[in-house]
């Protein structure tokens, strides 16, 4: 998993068209595409089952949120073959003119910044029941014992976090510097016999399901390194990367269904938005899975850091280079800089977050413009240009404006519930 961890890491950074060197066959695409897509969603969905109304409603929307999935994945495939690009950014600059490939470039990068918050959100969330269990471990005291000072701060640790290990490594110009780490990752062990009060259908109503489509979206977002894969892959034709798509999202599906329906039976309408917040603090397993797992996403934060950056820092250095001569030293001061303001802001807000499912919710409304609407524009832009029969751009163009229809849906009520749980929070 590590060589394919670094071989995933490898083409969302520099993605190459080149036929020298090994190419990707079926497996090793349905692989990196399942690592890109699982992650720490994984932790929102036992909370987003809860708050469906259960099971039952939480795998309808699964169902035909994964046909509008497996359309944007296979849309990205055909639009990267026909333009020849080898990114998602300039893919859509391409098939859909520059300035939505601007447009795509912003929403990029403000993807990964809010992906950036969601880990540190969830290294604050362990790190606070870490310092509880360890507490509890140690001294034997309940919680409601422990003392209350500034060095225990789950904030305070945090802080020291950023400064002394994601800032090393996020500081460095080229990202190789990950492959002398190892990382792991574990889901925890659920090891909790679920609730026999638990019911596996609630009544749940159309806001209710409509409300954790965000969630499915950040879950089994992979859209984004899709055209990265495609553009590496031996087999290019377009039915067999439709296989990739749907293998990849039914193994996600799979994966994503079983820790949902477990997490749910499990804590019923009390699971957290963290299913791992969910579990005793005193569970030495548990203590050990929650420093495997902020392990895990303190080694990817700076990969996310560095995507983002080099969005950023290109355009900077390129407007730089008409003006004046771009020295190394003027290179290393914005990519310095870039990353001291990354951490520092990305910081800040999630220390004033309450909880991973806020920041979902934001991050799924901005996963609708990679999975729903710059899909849906690629389709109706590639449909005036290419040669194929009245019939078939009729219906594919009407399949695009539908897929876009939908995505501007789903990004203007995530947002909106977004804005009004942050208002909530601040005005009680």
Partial sequence: MEELARESISLLAKPTL???????????????MLKSALGAGLLNFPWAFAKAGGIHAAVAVEMVSLLFLISGLVILGYSSSISGQNTYQAVVKDVCGPAIGQLCEVVFVFNLFMISVAFLV????????????????ITGLPEAD???HWYTDPHFVLIL?????????????????????????????????PKSSCCLCRRSSWASMFSVIP??????????????????????????????????????????SLTGVYGYLTFDKDVAADILMS??????????????????????????LLLGRSVIQDPLLSFRQRLHVVTESYENRSRVVLTVAWITVTLLIAMFVPDIS??????????????????????????QSEPVSI?????????GMITLICGAFIFGQSTTVAIMQLFNTIYP
């Fill in 146 to 148: 422990m003392p209350n």
């Fill in 18 to 32: 080149s036929t020298d060197g090994p190419r990707l066959g079926s497996m090793g695409a349905i692989l990196i």
């Fill in 391 to 399: 019939q078939t751009r009729v219906v594919l163009t009407t399949w």
């Fill in 279 to 304: 579990y005793a603090g005193d569970d030495v397993l548990m203590i050990i899975a929650r420093l495997l797992f902020g392990v895990s996403i303190i080694t990817i934060y700076p990969i996310i």
């Fill in 215 to 256: 969630t499915i979206c950040f879950g089994f977002q992979c859209h984004e390194a899709c055209i990265a894969i495609y553009s590496s892959m031996e087999n290019k034709k377009l039915s067999h990367w439709v296989f990739i798509s749907v293998m990849s999202m039914f193994f996600c599906l799979v994966i994503y």
């Fill in 122 to 137: 969830i290294v604050s969330d362990q790190l606070e029941k870490l310092c509880i269990s360890l507490y509890e471990l």
């Fill in 161 to 193: 976090l950023c400064v002394f290990f994601i800032l090393p490594l996020s500081i460095s110009k080229e990202i190789s510097i990950q492959k002398y780490i190892r990382t792991g990752t574990v889901e925890g062990p659920l090891d909790s016999l």
């Fill in 358 to 383: 806020k920041v979902i919710s934001v991050i799924g409304g901005i996963s609708a413009f990679f999975i729903f609407i710059f899909p849906g524009l690629c389709l109706v832009f590639a449909m």
